[in-house]
């Protein structure tokens, strides 16, 4: 028997599929076990997908997510709300083929945050100054509200809308872009997405990160006391996706705008 869950949005429509999935799944060798699923399916968007995630994030190795879009296309699903037949028979004929998604890690005082989307460090409440390091090398001091960096698939989320490039699906990189960084004949920063390899290390240090806080995807977490950020991705935690037909990329991109 496989063990399966489902994490659906709260609205109507994602309830209704959550229980024609149940009903459906009840007549093959499934069974639903909420605590230790082999497979977790959500049903949502893509930000119901990044809680799903999150609800297993320290069994990523026991658990793959497979994910059916109740509003457009997602980009972390390949199903909408009218193909609940077809993206069941894929899991029940064991059609489907994984696939791998990197996770960020940042690191503070000791402290691991994963993220799927993008780590941000961001202070709406003073100018942030920060010493930016890209594997040790000191890139520069940066002052403003904060910085954000992302996986490939984050670069259509907050990165997007930052002004970051979009990567395209199988770039396994990592991209840094300021938040409302200060430019003026005293200080400057590079100003543009800054795209590096999936194996880099990058660092913020400050004196002071009063009033900043940590954003990992949903998540936000007050940044008292530290004087050091180190956000790389995560070498020993890999998201596994099932996909189950092929999604143009650019079909995705384009149920953005
Ligand atoms: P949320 O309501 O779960 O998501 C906010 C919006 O971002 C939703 O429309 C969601 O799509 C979309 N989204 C999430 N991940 C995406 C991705 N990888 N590519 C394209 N769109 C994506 O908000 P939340 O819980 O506060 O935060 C979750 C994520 O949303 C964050 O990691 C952040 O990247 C993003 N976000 C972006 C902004 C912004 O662009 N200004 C603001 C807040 C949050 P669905 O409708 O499919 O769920």
Do not use: W
Not at 130 to 151: H, P, S
Not at 181 to 193: E, F, M, N, Q, V
């Amino acid at each position: 028997m496989e063990k399966y869950t489902v994490v659906s949005k709260l609205d109507e429509v994602s309830k209704k599929i959550e229980k024609e999935i149940d009903d459906r799944l009840c007549q093959f060798d499934f069974i639903r076990d909420d605590e230790n699923p082999e497979t977790v399916i959500v049903v949502g968007g893509d930000g119901t997908f990044i809680y799903a995630v999150h609800q297993f994030m320290d069994r990523l190795k026991d658990v793959r997510f497979y994910g059916l879009h109740t509003g457009t296309l997602g980009f972390y699903s390949d199903y909408q709300d009218h193909e609940v037949d077809e993206f069941l028979d894929v899991l029940i004929h064991h059609e489907g083929k994984e696939e791998i998604l990197s996770v960020l890690r940042g690191e503070v005082n000791g402290n691991c945050y994963y993220a799927l989307n993008e780590i941000r460090v961001e202070n709406a409440a003073r100018t942030q100054v920060m010493d930016v390091y890209v594997n040790d090398i000191q890139l520069e001091t940066f002052r403003g509200t904060g910085m954000c960096v992302c996986t490939q698939l984050g670069s259509t989320a907050y990165n997007r809308s930052l002004g970051g490039a979009v990567l395209q699906e199988g770039l396994d990189l990592i991209e840094m872009v300021e938040i409302a960084g200060i430019h003026h004949s005293k200080y400057r920063s590079l100003d543009a997405p800054l795209v590096l390899k999936s194996d880099s290390v990058i660092r913020f240090v400050s004196e002071s990160f009063e009033g900043a806080l940590l954003g990992v995807d949903s998540d936000v977490y007050p940044l008292e006391d530290c004087k050091k950020i180190e956000i790389k991705i995560c070498g020993a935690r890999h998201i596994r996706v099932l996909r189950g037909k092929k999604v143009s990329y650019f079909d995705r991109l384009k149920t953005l705008y």
